[in-house]
């Protein structure tokens, strides 16, 4: 198995541009989560899907933040408008029930670093 | 409010145990803790997880007081490899809460 895929790996953009982030899970996985990492507040988990549908968002920043899961195979977390303080590496991560559920034993992507000037 | 606390760095012998501690105060029931490691700027990695018992795996073990209010991570034999952050996370079922810690940076000194 590829892992999670995440895309772009980099993204430099200027401030109060649309900015999407895509996520692959692994196959047959049936949960997934965004979370966001900077030096200053670690890691932060921000949404997360189960079977494709929206458990708890409220880790989500603000209304400039939307994330959607279409399929079981995709995800994206939009930033609209994107701000200076948004810059951070934005990471994907997803588990199976199969493996215990909910949060347990999460496969994380390797991240996309966002760079809001 | 859920917490999970470590310190932010450790420095530990290649070759000799390395133990990271967590404290996860507000752990209760079937709440369940875990542990990953992020090397360089990768994706964390899952290590190990427990929920009372002292767990045992290829990489790590898990010690877990009878508290459960806090845990240790031990890498038994620590080479320059497990250079990276550790993190400590509790799975707060009671309102579906995943906590990290802020990480502790262990150093492998040669």
């Known amino acids: ?117 | 409010d859920a917490k999970t606390t470590q310190p932010p760095s450790m420095d530990c012998a290649e070759g000799r145990a390395a133990n990271l501690p967590c404290n996860h105060s507000t752990i209760s029931g079937n709440e369940y803790v875990y542990w990953y490691r992020q090397i360089h700027s990768q994706g964390p990695q899952y290590i190990i997880h427990g929920l009372k018992n002292n767990e045992t795996n290829e990489m790590a073990s898990l010690i877990i007081t009878e508290d459960r209010k806090s845990s240790t991570l031990i890498l038994p034999h620590a080479t320059l490899r497990d250079t990276a952050v550790y993190y400590c996370m509790g799975l707060y079922n009671r309102d579906d809460k995943i906590i990290f810690g802020k990480g502790t940076r262990l150093h492998i000194l040669p």
């Open chain 1, 1 to 117: 198995d590829a892992g999670v895929i995440q895309s772009p790996r980099h993204e430099v953009t200027e401030m109060g541009q649309e900015v999407t982030l895509r996520c692959k899970p692994i196959s047959g996985h049936d949960y997934l989560f965004w979370y966001r990492q900077t030096m200053m507040r670690g890691l932060e988990l921000l949404i997360y899907f189960n079977n494709n549908v929206p458990i708890d968002d409220s880790g989500m920043p603000e209304d400039r933040f939307s994330a959607k899961m279409p399929n079981a195979s995709f995800s994206t977390l939009k930033i609209q408008p994107s701000e200076p303080r948004d810059s951070a590496v934005y990471f994907c991560a997803s588990s199976s029930t199969t493996s215990g559920g909910f949060g347990k034993t999460q496969y994380f992507g390797p991240g996309t670093r966002l760079l809001v000037l």
